[in-house]
């Protein structure tokens, strides 16, 4: 089963202002500036390709007892079987891999010591088919109170 990114406003503003000012760079050179060659435009084109493959190419899927993501040019896998917990992730988590586009995810601990932050748009239904090949993954997902310890 295949979940799209939950995708944050904040990280569309910064991905869209960037390769705006990256385009309006581009358009200016090629103008005002021919003399100067078409060298660096395509250079410029290069992060731009980059981020917009980053925000449309981004995506959770689950299949045959494995996770997979892809976030543009990055990919990889974990075998369900080895996710030992997933739990709620606040703004800032430091975590190793974060192929995401929102700051409202959760983290996935699997192995011994990896983890991996994902923002999946459904998170219900996501963890839910996880759950269907691996129930025994502990979910620490409530957040604590003022009143709690």
């Known amino acids: 089963m295949k979940f799209a990114p939950e995708k944050s406003p904040l990280y569309a503003l910064l991905i869209f202002s960037i390769v705006s000012v ?19 435009p395509l ?6 390709g980059l981020l917009l493959w980053i925000w449309f190419g981004t995506y959770y899927e689950v299949s045959n007892g494995k996770l ?8 990889g896998g974990i075998e369900i079987n080895t996710i030992r917990e997933i739990r709620k992730a606040g703004a800032f988590s430091f ?4 192929p995401a586009l929102s700051m409202n995810g959760i983290i996935i601990a699997y192995n011994q010591f990896d983890e991996i932050y994902i923002a999946p748009n459904n998170k219900r239904k996501f963890i839910d088919e ?20």
């Open 95 to 98: 975590v190793g891999m974060k």
């Open 130 to 149: 996880l759950l269907r090949w691996n129930p025994g993954i502990i979910l620490k997902l409530q957040t604590k109170t003022n009143n709690q310890p």
């Open 68 to 75: 997979t993501y892809r976030n543009g040019p990055f990919s």
């Open 43 to 48: 250079l410029l084109t290069l992060p731009v």
């Open 22 to 40: 990256v385009l309006t760079l581009q358009l200016k050179t090629l103008i005002y500036e021919p003399e100067a060659g078409i060298i660096l």
